[in-house]
């Protein structure tokens, strides 16, 4: 199977650039993000104390998450459960990276998101693709613009769909997952030695999707 990976940090594009350019190719696109948002999202619900080793590795052991594509789009479930729109809010986004950097919460999804690259000729879009899930990815790319450009573009997102915030909010956020990001023992996000470093700061939407789909068709 094909496989591209898309990394970068929080706003760079990657899921709406990887979903067009998924379309485009015949490839399904597979967000990773979501499956960590989902994880967080059930750490909230269930008020289970991260920290907490045991009630993590319960939590984890009696969930079920799963992904389906409809219409190419990628839907999550959580035990039967279609989250995917309640795994977008500001607060989730703010918890995320915390649940994120736990090993444990790492593993429990590595050996899934290697079964979906061998079925599918697929673009995944996360953190660590290039580096850690799919080392042999065909194509690598580093998606990045300024943290100002993708706070802009995290801020209008969240006001089209009704979140009250503010843009220095949003810039916040965005700045600290980041950092939690990049300096976590377990899979930092960082671009792979052979990955191609795109910044998007300078580029609209259609000439950021040219460049991806000349990199991938080159
Ligand atoms: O869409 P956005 O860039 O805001 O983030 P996302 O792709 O939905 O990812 C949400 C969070 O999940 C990230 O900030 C990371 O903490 C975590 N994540 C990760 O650790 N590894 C991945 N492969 C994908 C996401």
């Known amino acids: 199977?094909?496989?591209?990976?898309?990394?970068?940090?929080?706003?760079?594009?990657?899921?709406?650039?990887?979903?067009?350019?998924?379309?485009?190719?015949?490839?399904?696109?597979i967000d990773?993000?979501?499956?960590?948002?989902?994880?967080?999202?059930?750490?909230?619900?269930?008020?289970?104390?991260?920290?907490?080793?045991?009630?993590?590795?319960?939590?984890?052991?009696?969930?079920?998450?799963?992904?389906?594509?409809?219409?190419g789009v990628q839907h999550v479930f959580l035990n039967g459960k279609d989250v995917s729109e309640l795994i977008r809010t500001p607060e989730i986004s703010a918890s995320v990276s915390i649940v994120s950097a736990v090993p444990m919460c790492r593993e429990f999804f590595l050996d899934f998101q290697r079964s979906l690259a061998d079925k599918y000729n697929a673009i995944m879009d996360g953190r660590d693709i290039g580096t850690v899930v799919l080392p042999n990815a065909q194509v690598k790319i580093f998606l990045t613009a300024s943290p100002e450009v993708r706070a802009d573009r995290r801020y209008k997102e969240l006001l089209e769909k009704g979140h009250e915030v503010t843009y220095e909010e949003v810039l916040d956020s965005v700045i600290k997952r980041d950092d939690r990001d990049s300096n976590r023992e377990?899979?930092?996000?960082?671009?792979?030695?052979?990955?191609?470093?795109?910044?998007?700061?300078?580029?609209?939407?259609e000439e950021s999707l040219e460049e991806i789909i000349k990199l991938i068709r080159g």
């Open 186 to 205: 377990t899979a930092p996000l960082k671009p792979a030695d052979d990955a191609v470093l795109l910044d998007t700061s300078n580029l609209n939407f």
């Open 32 to 71: 990773t993000g979501a499956l960590y948002r989902t994880v967080t999202y059930a750490v909230k619900a269930g008020g289970v104390d991260i920290e907490d080793e045991s009630a993590f590795k319960r939590l984890l052991a009696s969930i079920k998450i799963e992904l389906e594509f409809i219409d």
């Open 1 to 29: 199977m094909f496989s591209v990976a898309i990394d970068g940090p929080a706003g760079a594009g990657k899921s709406t650039l990887a979903k067009a350019a998924a379309a485009k190719l015949g490839f399904i696109y």
